[in-house]
């Protein structure tokens, strides 16, 4: 009997069932993959599964036992390289879990953080990776009252929430140290968003590195961007626009360090030779720019594979610890700063 077209597109497990000539019990035995059914009645329920395209409900299946294998992953801005690369670390380690990404991109605004947060809930996600913007100390409030597992990654947020981040305060210290043995001794310092953790650990760390090697710390050389490469070369107009004596950048991510670096050859000051110039991330672009960027560089697929067991730890009960797992990045040495110290 040939069922009809939609039929086929609904069939439910009870169709299965009548088709095979067995219970709903084995077919769903035999579809969870029990091996506790015989070899032929097997063949007979795949074959009926088969004729009818029957798919089982995925949602129904979530309400059924309890879990939809699937992560939801929130971050602050999808045109950024950096977030693609750790979604990527994290899609790889979930597949190898068998759990599902629903990536969401908030564009750092609290109302679609909420929104998303409310969705994934809404979706029985069973656990979240949350990235927020500059002001999402409410929504870090909201996942905390979950039932739902969540871990914050590459950016912590008060300490109700285990996090995966990176040793932000050395990467600042590493990048602005080594434009100090580069010889470089008036250096501006262009921040992201100063609300965020990561930010004010790479500012923690220039001033740690200045004040090591017995730089004075200048105020006038610091300026604000918000990690966009528009902001970077708004960042470089404004210092050289302000007449201080400058001959070293550190910008606190690669974007804004690839602004700095266009705005200053605009203006006919060359780099590294007058501007020595770091930058944060080691997105794919750093090392094909000219000059090629000196970079401190997040080891953003670790991150994102940690992230993703200390999630799924928390999904299966194995570790529900509160956990800050930091992680060390590494200076990686361009052209932008002169090349190799000494
Ligand atoms: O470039 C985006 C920045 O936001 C990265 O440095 C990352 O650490 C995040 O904080």
């Given at each position: 009997m040939q069922q009809k077209k939609a039929d086929l597109a609904n069939a439910t497990i009870k169709d299965v069932a009548r088709a095979a000539k067995v219970s709903i019990a084995t077919v769903s035995r035999i579809l969870n993959g029990k091996d506790t059914v015989s070899p032929p009645l097997v063949e007979r329920v795949m074959a009926a599964v088969e004729e009818l395209q029957y798919h089982p409900n995925a949602m129904a299946r979530a309400l059924k036992v309890n879990e939809s294998r699937s992560i939801g992953l929130i971050i602050?801005?999808?045109?950024?390289p950096f977030f693609p690369a750790l979604v990527r670390g994290v899609e790889d380690a979930a597949q190898m879990h068998h759990y599902a990404v629903i990536l969401c991109n908030t564009d750092s605004k609290p109302e679609e953080e909420e929104k998303y947060i409310r969705f994934l809930q809404s979706k029985r996600v069973d656990g979240i990776l949350f990235t927020g913007g500059p002001r999402s100390e409410r929504n870090v409030e909201l996942l905390s009252t979950l039932s739902i597992p969540v871990v914050l990654l590459d950016r912590r947020v008060g300490s109700q929430l285990s996090a995966v981040i990176t040793n932000n305060r050395l990467g600042g210290f590493m990048a602005t140290e080594h434009l100090i043995k580069k010889g470089r001794r008036r250096i501006a310092f262009i921040s992201g968003p100063a609300e965020l953790s990561s930010v004010q650990e790479r500012r923690q760390g220039y001033a740690e590195a200045l004040e090591q090697y017995g730089l004075a710390p200048d105020q006038d050389l610091i300026q604000a961007g918000d990690f966009s490469f528009e902001s970077g070369y708004q960042a470089a107009s404004r210092l050289v626009a302000s007449g201080q004596e400058f001959d070293g950048v550190f910008a606190a991510n690669d974007l804004m360090a690839i602004g700095a670096i266009e705005y200053l050859a605009a203006y006919g000051l060359r780099v590294p030779a007058e501007i020595a110039v770091t930058g944060y991330d080691?997105?794919?672009m750093a090392g094909w720019y000219k000059p090629s960027l000196t970079t401190v560089r997040q080891p953003v697929y670790i991150m994102g594979q940690s992230a993703v067991k200390m999630i799924i730890d928390r999904i299966t009960g194995e570790n529900r610890q509160y956990t800050e797992q930091i992680i060390t990045p590494e200076l990686v040495v361009r052209e932008s700063s002169g090349g190799k110290e000494g």
């Amino acid at each position: 009997m040939q069922q009809k077209k939609a039929d086929l597109a609904n069939a439910t497990i009870k169709d299965v069932a009548r088709a095979a000539k067995v219970s709903i019990a084995t077919v769903s035995r035999i579809l969870n993959g029990k091996d506790t059914v015989s070899p032929p009645l097997v063949e007979r329920v795949m074959a009926a599964v088969e004729e009818l395209q029957y798919h089982p409900n995925a949602m129904a299946r979530a309400l059924k036992v309890n879990e939809s294998r699937s992560i939801g992953l929130i971050i602050p801005d999808i045109e950024n390289p950096f977030f693609p690369a750790l979604v990527r670390g994290v899609e790889d380690a979930a597949q190898m879990h068998h759990y599902a990404v629903i990536l969401c991109n908030t564009d750092s605004k609290p109302e679609e953080e909420e929104k998303y947060i409310r969705f994934l809930q809404s979706k029985r996600v069973d656990g979240i990776l949350f990235t927020g913007g500059p002001r999402s100390e409410r929504n870090v409030e909201l996942l905390s009252t979950l039932s739902i597992p969540v871990v914050l990654l590459d950016r912590r947020v008060g300490s109700q929430l285990s996090a995966v981040i990176t040793n932000n305060r050395l990467g600042g210290f590493m990048a602005t140290e080594h434009l100090i043995k580069k010889g470089r001794r008036r250096i501006a310092f262009i921040s992201g968003p100063a609300e965020l953790s990561s930010v004010q650990e790479r500012r923690q760390g220039y001033a740690e590195a200045l004040e090591q090697y017995g730089l004075a710390p200048d105020q006038d050389l610091i300026q604000a961007g918000d990690f966009s490469f528009e902001s970077g070369y708004q960042a470089a107009s404004r210092l050289v626009a302000s007449g201080q004596e400058f001959d070293g950048v550190f910008a606190a991510n690669d974007l804004m360090a690839i602004g700095a670096i266009e705005y200053l050859a605009a203006y006919g000051l060359r780099v590294p030779a007058e501007i020595a110039v770091t930058g944060y991330d080691d997105i794919r672009m750093a090392g094909w720019y000219k000059p090629s960027l000196t970079t401190v560089r997040q080891p953003v697929y670790i991150m994102g594979q940690s992230a993703v067991k200390m999630i799924i730890d928390r999904i299966t009960g194995e570790n529900r610890q509160y956990t800050e797992q930091i992680i060390t990045p590494e200076l990686v040495v361009r052209e932008s700063s002169g090349g190799k110290e000494g």
